[in-house]
């Protein structure tokens, strides 16, 4: 096993439905002994076809795609760019959450509380692939 390196943008793709609420914020975070998160409310999922890159999805917000009970959808959240180092046998630990795992970014500003209610479901397999992208370098 080798080690390497990754200083990314990080890139998280999950399908999933509400349940039994159309309203849903989504936090996803990644964390080694420090971490990079992304949040995303559901609704506001459109990606712009123009500004987005292999490696970064840019999210429209020119509108609001409500989404109903059962419904599933294609969620798409960049993480905040990180550089990190991986030797053979140490673990990373990806999360996707309805509350921020790491914590607020700034000292002294409140916790972001969303307005999730009900079930969330996360689809993987099949043609619902959730996934986490991590681009690595070798060395």
Excluded at 21 to 31: E, M, N, V, Y
Excluded at 59 to 78: A, L, N
Excluded at 102 to 110: E, N, W
Aim: net charge positive; aromatic share 6%; with cysteine.
């Amino acid at each position: 096993m080798l080690s390497f390196d990754a200083v990314v943008r990080l890139r998280c793709r999950s399908w999933r439905d509400p349940r039994d609420h159309r309203r849903q914020d989504r936090f996803a975070g990644l964390r080694k002994y420090k971490g990079s998160d992304g949040r995303l409310r559901t609704s506001a999922r459109h990606i712009d076809p123009i500004l987005s890159t292999e490696d970064v999805p840019a999210h429209s917000f020119d509108r609001v795609d409500k989404i109903s009970p059962g419904q599933v959808v294609d969620i798409e959240i960049d993480l905040l760019p990180i550089g990190l180092r991986f030797n053979p046998g140490e673990q990373l630990r990806f999360a996707i959450s309805v509350r921020n795992l790491l914590g607020t970014m700034m000292a002294g500003i409140g916790e972001y509380v969303g307005a999730n209610t009900g079930r969330h479901v996360i689809h993987t397999g099949g043609s619902t692939p959730s996934y986490l992208r991590l681009p690595v370098r070798k060395r």
